[in-house]
């Protein structure tokens, strides 16, 4: 078995798609009356999203993990996805020595979905 794609509940499946297409920097959003879908320009694994009546009320069960690559460019990472529309939910603390090496912040998309952006390498 093989993971083809995520998919995402939202009310407004563009904007979300277009967020993630940014974040990503993906080939682009394909939509539909009800969803869209984005992913990378070479194929592969893709992120889908689904229009739903309802707005997100309750914390993720499951969320996507990213890395910003290098401790050094995470700040930068979050404030261009903060430009994107992404706000800091909160970030996990670990010990000093640790967090010299390693940070996760908990970001949300603009319809309130957590994801994690890491920087660095677990120690």
Known sequence: MDITCVTIDCRDPVEVA??????????GVAAGADG???GPPGGGLYLEFVR?????????????GCTAGALS???SEIERLRALGATIAWE?????EAAAKYRNVVLRD???NEFCLS???LP
Do not use: I, Q
Not at 52 to 64: A, F, G, W, Y
Not at 92 to 96: H, I, Q
């Open 52 to 64: 739903v009546p309802e707005d997100k009320v309750v914390k993720n069960r499951v969320h996507l």
């Open 92 to 96: 996990e603390e670990f010990s000093p």
């Open 110 to 112: 603009p319809e309130g």
């Open 73 to 75: 460019d995470l700040d």
């Open 18 to 27: 277009t967020f993630w297409n940014e974040a990503l920097r993906w080939g």
């Open 36 to 38: 869209a879908v984005c």
């Open 119 to 121: 920087g660095g390498t």
